[in-house]
Nanobody, 115 residues
Framework: QVQLGESGGGLVQPGGSLRLSCAASRTIFSINAVGWYRQAPGKQRELVARIISGGRTNYADSVKGRFTISRDNAKNTVYLQMNSLKPEDTAVYYC?????????WGQGTQVTVSS
């Protein structure tokens, strides 16, 4: 059994920053990609950022230049650095790991951007 635990969410003012972390309870083998998704009330869940096993990254157009995804394999952790936050970034953010045999999802962490 592998569990993903997200942390780092909270309430910030527009223009502020947050760093989300997603830690796996143990090493996951044969990972194809890791990513961050978000879902706002009444909206579909959308891909925010992902990083593949080779290190290539992809970002949603809405967050390019503001968000950065990174990983620390030794710590079984993936991060999402979020800068210049906007109210439209408000959502529950979920960590996702795509492995050879199955997908893993975290429970989500709330990010609220408001003045």
């Amino acid at each position: 059994q592998v569990q993903l635990g997200e942390s780092g969410g909270g309430l910030v003012q527009p223009g502020g920053s947050l760093r989300l972390s997603c830690a796996a309870s143990r090493t996951i083998f044969s990972i194809n990609a890791v990513g961050w998704y978000r879902q706002a009330p009444g909206k579909q869940r959308e891909l925010v950022a992902r990083i593949i096993s080779g290190g290539r990254t992809n970002y949603a157009d809405s967050v390019k230049g503001r968000f950065t995804i990174s990983r620390d394999n030794a710590k079984n952790t993936v991060y999402l650095q979020m800068n210049s936050l906007k109210p439209e970034d408000t959502a529950v953010y979920y960590c996702n790991v795509l492995a050879a045999m199955r997908d893993y999802w975290g429970q989500g962490t709330q990010v609220t951007v408001s003045s």
